[in-house]
C-alpha cells in the first residue's frame, strides 16, 4: 500500500530557530500534500494544502511566513517552522493521496521548542 | 460548510466487551467520502475505512463493523470482543469527493481494560 514516510518523528530545538520537516511519498506521486497540526488530546486541524509546483493554500488563521511549504515534486513536501517559539511546541503530520484515494498519513513529528 | 461529530469524547470498557464510536456528520454536498482512522499512543494515523456516499451497505472486518444510514448523517464503527491493543484514540472524517481536504472529528478515545 502507499507508503508516506515524515522525517524526523521527534525534535527539540530553541527558541529563535528554525525547523524543517519533510514528507515523502514512497511509492506513488502525490500532487497534493496536506500539513495537520494536532494538540494534546485534540483532533487533527489542517494548516494547509500543498500543490506541486504552485503555492500553498493556507487555512484561515494559519500565518504563511511562519509555516513555510515547498512542495517542490511530486514526491517531497517541506513544512519549515519559522523563529519557533514554544507555542509551536506540538505534533505535525503530512498526509498525501491519489485522486480519491484515503488519506495516508506519515508518522508525525512531533516538535518541542524550548 | 462541512462538520464532523463524535459526541463521545472517552469510552472505557472490559476487553471482550462490545463498543460502538458513533459519528455524525453534516455536508451540503450529494457525494462525499466517510473515513474512520484509528490513533494508536504511538501517533501514527492508521487507515480503517473508506465509504462512499453512494454505498450504503454495511460492512465488516474481523471484529470491526460499520453501520452508515446516510437518512441520519451517521456513520457508526463497531468493536466486536474488543481487546486491549484496540485502545486508542479513533476520528471519523469527512470529505469531497476530489477536493482531497478532510475534515475531522474530535476523535474518540477508546480505552479497553484487561
Known amino acids: 500500500g502507499a507508503v508516506v514516510s515524515q522525517h524526523p518523528s521527534r525534535v527539540i530545538c530553541k527558541s529563535g530557530t528554525s525547523v524543517k520537516i519533510e514528507c515523502r511519498s514512497l511509492?506513488?506521486?502525490?500532487?497534493?500534500m496536506f500539513w495537520y497540526r494536532q494538540f494534546p488530546k485534540q483532533s487533527l486541524m489542517l494548516m494547509a494544502t500543498s500543490n506541486e509546483g504552485s503555492k500553498a493554500t493556507y487555512e484561515q488563521g494559519v500565518e504563511k511566513d511562519k509555516f513555510l511549504i515547498n512542495h517542490a515534486s511530486l514526491t517531497l513536501s517541506t513544512l519549515t517552522v519559522t523563529s519557533a517559539h514554544p507555542e509551536d511546541s506540538s505534533f505535525y503530520i503530512c498526509s498525501a493521496s491519489v485522486g480519491d484515494s484515503p488519506l495516508h498519513f506519515g508518522n508525525g513529528t512531533r516538535l518541542t521548542v524550548t | 460548510a462541512q462538520k464532523v461529530t463524535q459526541a463521545q469524547t472517552e469510552i472505557s470498557v472490559v476487553e471482550k466487551e462490545d463498543v460502538t464510536l458513533d459519528c455524525v456528520y453534516e455536508t451540503r454536498d450529494t457525494t462525499y467520502y466517510l473515513f474512520w482512522y484509528k490513533q494508536p499512543p504511538s501517533g501514527e494515523l492508521v487507515f480503517l475505512i473508506r465509504?462512499?456516499?453512494?454505498?450504503?451497505q454495511n460492512e465488516i472486518s474481523g471484529r470491526y463493523s460499520w453501520n452508515f444510514q446516510k437518512s441520519t448523517s451517521s456513520f457508526n464503527f463497531t468493536i466486536t470482543a474488543s481487546q486491549v491493543v484496540d485502545s486508542a484514540v479513533y476520528f471519523c472524517a469527512l470529505r469531497r469527493t476530489n477536493a482531497g481536504k478532510s475534515t475531522f472529528g474530535d476523535g474518540t478515545t477508546l480505552t479497553v481494560k484487561p
Open positions: 465509504r462512499n456516499s453512494f454505498d450504503e
Open positions: 511509492d506513488f506521486q502525490a500532487t497534493t
